[in-house]
């Protein structure tokens, strides 16, 4: 039987899946090694589904929707990924101005 006007079928490993049509276009995002969220064109980071980017969206929009603030560091909780690292980074950096500072041998 023909098909009428409109876009044409995808024939592919997804197509005859029992999952919504979200779910296949999250799996064919996926096998291209795309972020899964429409519209992105980054990699997403590693271990995730998502890149850094739409991950700090999605939990900044979670956080808003729920009525919490951020994170201020010397509170309660885990810091996020981004701040973990920056901290890191300014740790690395002081300790080569102390290393610096040293007189040789010492």
């Known amino acids: 039987m023909k098909r009428g006007p409109g876009r044409p079928r995808i024939v592919d490993e997804f197509a005859d899946l029992p999952?919504?049509?979200q779910r296949k276009h999250q799996?064919?995002?996926a096998k291209r090694g795309l972020c899964q969220n429409k519209g992105c064109q980054s990699p997403p980071a590693p271990g995730?589904?998502?890149c850094d980017r739409c991950s700090k969206e999605s939990n900044d929009a979670r956080r808003v929707a729920i009525g919490c603030g951020e994170w201020v560091p010397g509170m309660r909780g885990r810091p996020p990924k981004h701040e973990a690292a920056r901290v890191a980074a300014?740790?690395?950096a002081l300790e080569k101005?102390?290393?610096a500072g040293r007189a040789p041998g010492v």
């Open 27 to 29: 799996l064919r995002r």
């Open 90 to 92: 300014a740790l690395k």
């Open 19 to 21: 999952v919504s049509r």
């Open 97 to 99: 101005t102390v290393d």
């Open 48 to 50: 995730c589904v998502f």
